[in-house]
């Protein structure tokens, strides 16, 4: 062995979406996105640089996967040894903290702790911002679980362009993320398909077109911890996201029945006086965002509606950290 | 009594969607649309001009209305007033023979209705063209319901221009619209205030830009009898409506859960070889769009369904007609 390193991340949740890229193979997202990391929930991943001879391999959450998991791990590999000078195989072991299934975008988590794991195996240090884009190569919004706390990622034009960066620290308001899953099947059509099918439709390019507008008022609202204008444009921007995803030919149809409960009861909820606003990522689960202070409240609410399976919690979290490096 | 008329029309299912006006006093549509007569269901109207003297009445089905309701069908009066150079007060009294809150636009039908008879009672002859155009300035959709069968009506920027004409009779294909009703509650949001709205949507505009491409498709699709590329191109441009809907601010959400649940067993269905497709009006009831030979089929099925309140049938239907004229 080379060498050897553990890093963690945790996933993040969208508040304004990125969906369709201006180039799908270096990921450069068509629009930039602004996320939460979500605290509590995390993926670990040690990577271990061998001796020259013999394939990568990797085992997720106990398991060893083989075909299209092991060819995407391996392709981000590559790239990550064509940045590093390194010119072995690797040996990736990654377990999530959260339930498989539950509607939590694990890829982001997974690469961005894949890259920062990686890069510290190899004895090498390099910038966040770097980090960021590497992360971004093996999934785009992998990129946005390298900073801490609440994260903007640019898009451009550029590998280098396109980078995350923390917009404020995970203390900056205390927000918490309150997830209904209402099912954990895995999804009909995949993200990274999806993206490729952003641009069948129509509206894609009215939605790519407002979002640096969005992007702004979002910021600001998380700056200012205004949650009338934060929940406004975070719904709006979901909406428009799953209204182009519908639109997509063929239409791609992530919600379900109880999905439509929750939204109209969060809207409902809020008229009511709670500080409460839904975003939904490529799924049918609903990321209900809340004000701390009624986040049990949200939650008692949607454990009394049927057909809700599990409700998970996550305050904002931190950047992807490295736990151990071991360089014999 | 001055003259009376009774004329019936049915209400008609878009099949490309009229939403949002260019200009909402005349109710010139943003994009043109089509659309086809449902059979069997009709509304009946009889207008009266009276002597000089006293006001405009009506009465719906048994009832006699008041307030906004008779604002507005006095104010259509008007229109027709001024183009009959008639100077008479009106008794109006319509009725339906399908359920009210069955989600089926009864404007369509109510305004088709009045105005062709109201012209027929002031002893008038107009040609359908032109009672289109009338119809339309009571309730937009009320212009598709005055031709027979299969019709389009025409986007303009003037009065005379914006006109709906037949382009195929009822009996040129043998479609059924399956209805499922699955709410018989009123919209939270009317249509003419939702029109209003379209203009909200950064997406509207794409949805416009597109319409009269998919208007030649589905014309072309119904002129062929090609269901295949029918079913692809009314779904579509009811998926784009509703994504405009759902995008507006504040948006609107007029799907209910069995919504989803039926869109989604429609696909399905088809997929499986059944001759179906969905489209959506302003309401969460789901117009199953179907061959004759699988109308049974699909009605067996939607029963099946839970949270099915009912469904209704209609082949397509004939033209507004005159039942009779009284001039003393």
Same mark, same amino acid.
Request: proline letters at 5%.
């Given at each position: 062995?080379?060498?050897?390193?553990?890093?963690?991340?945790?996933?993040?949740?969208? &508040?304004?979406?990125?969906?369709?890229?201006?180039?799908?193979?270096?990921?450069l997202?068509?629009? =930039?996105?602004?996320?939460?990391?979500?605290?509590?929930?995390?993926?670990?991943?040690?990577?271990?640089?061998?001796?020259?001879?013999?394939?990568?391999?990797?085992?997720?959450?106990?398991?060893?996967?083989?075909?299209?998991?092991?060819?995407?791990?391996?392709?981000?590999?590559?790239?990550?040894?064509?940045?590093?000078?390194?010119?072995? *195989?690797?040996?990736?072991?990654?377990?999530?903290?959260f339930?498989?299934?539950?509607?939590i975008?694990?890829?982001?988590?997974?690469?961005?702790?894949?890259?920062?794991?990686?890069?510290?195996?190899?004895?090498?240090?390099?910038?966040?911002?770097?980090?960021?884009?590497?992360?971004?190569?093996?999934?785009?919004?992998?990129?946005?679980?390298?900073p801490?706390? &609440?994260? /903007?990622?640019?898009?451009a034009?550029?590998? /280098?362009?396109?980078?995350?960066?923390?917009?404020?620290?995970?203390?900056?308001?205390?927000?918490?993320?309150?997830?209904?899953?209402?099912?954990?099947?895995?999804? *009909?059509?995949?993200?990274?398909?999806?993206?490729?099918?952003?641009?069948?439709?129509?509206?894609?390019?009215?939605?790519?077109?407002?979002? /640096?507008?969005?992007?702004?008022?979002?910021?600001?609202?998380?700056?200012?911890?205004?949650?009338?204008? &934060?929940?406004?444009?975070?719904?709006?921007?979901?909406?428009?996201?799953?209204?182009?995803?519908?639109?997509?030919? *063929?239409?791609? &149809?992530?919600?379900?029945?109880?999905?439509?409960?929750?939204?109209?009861?969060?809207?409902?909820?809020?008229?009511?006086?709670?500080?409460?606003?839904?975003?939904l990522?490529?799924?049918?689960?609903?990321?209900?965002?809340?004000?701390?202070?009624?986040?049990?409240?949200?939650?008692?609410?949607?454990?009394?509606?049927? /057909?809700?399976?599990?409700?998970?919690?996550? =305050? *904002?979290?931190?950047?992807?950290?490295?736990?151990?490096?071991?360089?014999?």
């Amino acid at each position: 062995m080379i060498g050897q390193a553990t890093a963690k991340a945790s996933p993040n949740i969208a &508040f304004i979406k990125y969906w369709g890229n201006r180039d799908d193979q270096l990921r450069l997202p068509a629009n =930039p996105s602004l996320s939460m990391n979500l605290g509590g929930l995390y993926a670990e991943t040690v990577v271990s640089w061998l001796e020259a001879g013999g394939g990568d391999s990797f085992r997720l959450n106990g398991r060893d996967e083989r075909g299209a998991a092991l060819e995407r791990v391996s392709a981000h590999l590559d790239a990550l040894r064509r940045r590093l000078g390194v010119d072995s *195989p690797a040996r990736v072991e990654s377990s999530n903290n959260f339930p498989t299934g539950a509607g939590i975008a694990s890829s982001a988590a997974a690469f961005a702790a894949l890259t920062v794991a990686a890069v510290a195996a190899a004895g090498a240090t390099l910038s966040e911002r770097e980090l960021t884009t590497l992360a971004r190569l093996g999934s785009g919004s992998a990129a946005r679980s390298v900073p801490t706390g &609440f994260v /903007e990622w640019h898009a451009a034009d550029t590998h /280098e362009g396109s980078y995350a960066e923390s917009i404020a620290e995970p203390d900056a308001w205390e927000l918490v993320d309150v997830i209904a899953v209402v099912s954990r099947e895995h999804k *009909p059509v995949g993200s990274s398909a999806g993206h490729r099918s952003a641009n069948t439709s129509d509206l894609q390019a009215a939605r790519v077109a407002g979002a /640096e507008a969005r992007l702004e008022t979002c910021k600001q609202a998380v700056l200012d911890r205004d949650f009338a204008a &934060f929940a406004e444009v975070v719904e709006h921007d979901s909406n428009l996201m799953h209204a182009v995803m519908m639109t997509s030919r *063929p239409p791609l &149809f992530y919600w379900l029945p109880p999905t439509l409960t929750i939204m109209d009861s969060v809207r409902r909820w809020r008229a009511e006086g709670l500080q409460v606003c839904y975003t939904l990522d490529a799924g049918p689960n609903v990321h209900c965002i809340c004000a701390r202070s009624d986040a049990e409240e949200v939650s008692n609410r949607l454990h009394a509606l049927s /057909e809700i399976l599990d409700v998970l919690h996550a =305050p *904002p979290g931190a950047n992807a950290t490295v736990i151990s490096v071991n360089i014999p």
